[in-house]
Each structure stands twice: as structure tokens, then as C-alpha cells.
């Protein structure tokens, strides 16, 4: 049944995709592994959910090949989940061993997106930098204090907002895309490849 192995192969990609960049964060491995975890996510899966479909088809030669457009969602979805999966993965990981504390914002970097330096009022570096989607906006000057929720291993970006927006939902429905557009695109490879006759 080709279907089953099509199936199988988009719920390893897609799930693969999500579950690397969601881990990343959540389990304090050191920075290779979760830059090689990272790299698998957002490009390797995703470019494989396009191209082992397009490779296997054995009989049609290289010239007259066509990809299946459907295979172009769980590229584009696979990557978007790698990104939104990490950012999904930092606030678990904020959830889990987040710390509160008060910080003075000691650098900012507001060439494009902003970026706050942050130092604890006891002395100590935050890391990574808070984002201004976290709490860096336009008006936050150096010297400012706020309250900040960091994570002590310095893997997930801090926060200041107290809410906790999850995009749970949106995860869920590019996973589901992924897997069914992808199921789809490489049965219709496969098929074009068995009907393909020589002419």
C-alpha cells in the first residue's frame, strides 16, 4: 500500500521537524547538538519531505521528471515549524525552569529588530538577549529596569510579558498539513511513476 509508506515517511518529517526545534530549548544540550538538532529541523526534513519524492521516481528519466505540487506545503510548513517549534520549545523550557527577577537593561542593539542587553540588579548577565516581540520595544531605554522571566541555563530568551501565547494551534494545523499534502504529493509521484511508459 503506497499510501502507508508515504504516510509513514511525511509523519517522520513532519514530526522530526517539530519535535527537534521544540526539544532544543526544552533540554539544556550543549549549543552543537542543539545547533545540529536545529539544522536538521528547519532545512534537512524539510528539504527531504520535497526530494525523496521527486528521487524515487526510478523509471522516469531525469529530463521528463515533474514534481507533484503538493510537496511544496510540507517544505514550506516544515520549515515553518522548525522555527515556531523552537519558540514553542523556549517557553516550555521558561515554564519549567524559568527564574523571575529584576533586571536594568545594560546595551540595545535597535539596528532592524530590537535587542536588550540585560543584567540582573545583583550583577548578573541574562542571556540570550530579550527580543522585542519579549519586552524590548521602542521605548526602552538603557538604565531601564524591569521584571524579566530568564532561564538560568541561558538556553531559552527571556520575558517580560507574564502571559504565555502559544502557537500551539498553528503548530498543530501546519503539522496536519504537512503530513497530508506530503502523503498525497508522493503517492502521486509514485503513481507517475509507475504509469510512465517511455513515450
Known amino acids: 500500500m503506497d499510501w502507508v509508506r508515504w504516510l509513514v515517511f511525511s509523519l517522520v518529517c513532519a514530526g522530526g521537524s517539530l519535535g527537534l526545534s521544540w526539544v532544543g530549548p526544552v533540554v539544556p544540550f ?10 536538521l529541523a528547519i532545512l534537512v526534513l524539510p528539504l527531504a519531505s520535497l526530494l525523496v519524492p521527486l528521487l524515487t521516481l526510478r523509471r522516469v528519466p531525469r529530463k ?16 515553518a515549524m522548525g522555527f515556531l517549534g523552537t519558540d514553542a ?8 525552569r ?18 536588550c542587553d540585560l543584567r540582573s540588579v545583583d550583577g548578573r548577565e541574562i542571556s540570550p ?18 521584571r524579566v522571566r530568564y532561564d538560568p ?16 494551534g498553528l503548530l498543530a494545523v501546519l503539522f496536519g498539513a504537512a ?15 509507475r504509469e510512465y511508459d517511455g513515450v
Open 30 to 39: 550543549p549549543s552543537a547538538v542543539r545547533g545540529a538538532g536545529a539544522l
Open 64 to 79: 521528463k521528471r515533474k514534481l507533484a505540487w503538493q510537496l511544496i506545503v510540507p517544505l514550506t510548513a516544515g520549515m
Open 89 to 96: 520549545g523556549g517557553q516550555a523550557a521558561l515554564t519549567d
Open 98 to 115: 524559568g527564574m523571575w527577577t529584576d533586571a536594568v537593561v545594560v546595551g540595545m542593539d535597535d539596528s532592524g529588530t530590537n535587542h
Open 129 to 146: 538577549s530579550l527580543s522585542e516581540g519579549d519586552g524590548c520595544e521602542d521605548w526602552v531605554e538603557k538604565g531601564d529596569e524591569m
Open 153 to 168: 541555563e541561558g538556553i531559552a530568551g527571556p520575558t517580560a510579558d507574564r502571559g504565555s501565547s502559544s502557537n500551539g
Open 179 to 193: 503530513v497530508v499534502m506530503g502523503t498525497w504529493g508522493g503517492v502521486r509521484q509514485s503513481r507517475w511513476d
